[in-house]
């Protein structure tokens, strides 16, 4: 049995609408990480995204030195691209 091929297909698509993020949006989100970044302790985050790094490096939790790092106001991305670099990036294999 496949869904939606050969059981449980549906009579007629439904619609579908992308949504639609409002420019004015983007433009304040870059105005405040703008202000976030210009308003923190970068010695303060980079000692921190490197105290996560070290600990992904080993066998430590890296829940606490997260922890610090966000406190210290580094964004989600930089403390996702300081495990990206110690870990990779996951690609699912193609064999089901």
């Given at each position: ?11 007629e698509?439904?619609?579908?609408e992308p949504?639609?993020?409002d ?24 000692t921190a995204l490197?105290?996560l790094?070290?600990?992904a ?11 610090e ?14 495990l990206?670099e ?6 699912p294999?193609?064999?089901?």
């Amino acid at each position: 049995v496949v869904v939606g091929v050969n059981r449980f297909q549906l009579d007629e698509e439904e619609p579908y609408e992308p949504l639609r993020v409002d420019p004015a949006i983007e433009t304040q989100q870059a105005e405040r990480l703008a202000k976030l970044r210009a308003e923190r302790d970068q010695v303060a985050v980079d000692t921190a995204l490197a105290d996560l790094k070290k600990a992904a490096e080993g066998t430590d939790n890296v829940l606490y030195p997260m922890k610090e790092a966000l406190r210290a106001r580094a964004t989600v991305g930089e403390v996702c691209n300081a495990l990206r670099e110690v870990w990779g990036t996951y690609v699912p294999s193609d064999a089901f």
